[in-house]
């Protein structure tokens, strides 16, 4: 298989870009920018946003046009034409839950990084067929959490994840440890809660909190 990824940001980088990715799940527009920008404050650049609200693809148009500096890129995209939807929208980078073979070569003929998720030997083996090794592993906990993903290291010692689902203070040092975690995904870092409130500056508190404690 000839294999071509012409990608403007690659995985590599925006694993390597900060040790905690956001996923964010945000349903009005105008919470967009307050929220990238506390997260910003906290030296956190890469944004998930999720395709899980009517409101994401306008989100992620907003931040990438407002907020040049931030990495933002979309979740949850699985299939084909939400990929393109992402790439008109500006994502930098584009995250999937699972993957399907359509997706992957979309992925290797769009313009931006695809990070396709995997809970399964055989899931990993099909992505690293199509040429990708920067993984996402989800659901994380529920797929064998830290033991899982330091047993594929064994057989697979190239392929790099970011494991998401499950994943909190209490057990993100527990997953970073292993050499084959880069970063991780938590919602945590954005509660409703902190939203419906507008508290920004309590966003900007638990990002700093969260990256000071995994350093």
């Known amino acids: 298989m000839t294999i071509s990824q012409n990608w403007q940001v690659m995985p590599k980088e925006i694993f390597a870009s900060g040790p905690i990715v956001p996923v964010l799940v945000i349903d009005k ?17 890469v944004l998930e946003v999720t395709l899980r609200t009517p409101a ?4 992620i148009s907003i931040i990438a046009k407002e907020l040049p500096e931030a990495i933002v890129g979309s979740g949850t995209v699985t299939n084909r034409q939400q990929l393109q939807q992402s790439i008109d929208a500006g994502a930098k980078f584009a995250i999937s839950p699972g993957l399907t073979k359509d997706l992957l070569l979309a992925g290797n003929e769009g ?3 695809l990070i396709p998720g995997i809970c399964s030997i055989s899931e990993l083996m099909d992505a690293a067929d199509f ?24 057989p697979f010692p190239d392929i790099k994840f970011c494991p998401t689902g499950g ?8 997953y970073l440890a292993l050499s084959n975690v880069v970063c991780c995904g938590g919602s945590w ?6 939203v419906e409130q507008k508290d920004w500056s309590a966003i ?12």
């Not at 527009?29 to 650049?45: Q, R, S, W, Y």
């Not at 870092?189 to 902190?194: E, R």
Request: charged share 20%; aromatic share 6%.
């Open 56 to 59: 994401a693809l306008d989100v």
């Open 111 to 113: 313009s931006i990084a």
């Open 131 to 154: 040429g990708y090794d920067h993984l996402k592993f989800f659901p994380a906990e529920a797929s064998g959490g830290v033991n899982a993903i330091k047993s594929i290291g064994g």
């Open 189 to 194: 870092l954005v509660p409703s809660s902190a």
């Open 29 to 45: 527009v105008e919470d967009a920018l307050p929220i990238a920008e506390a997260l910003l404050t906290a030296g956190v650049k």
């Open 204 to 215: 900007t508190k638990l990002a700093n909190d969260a990256v000071a404690y995994v350093k």
């Open 167 to 174: 994943i909190n203070l209490k057990n993100v040092r527990d």
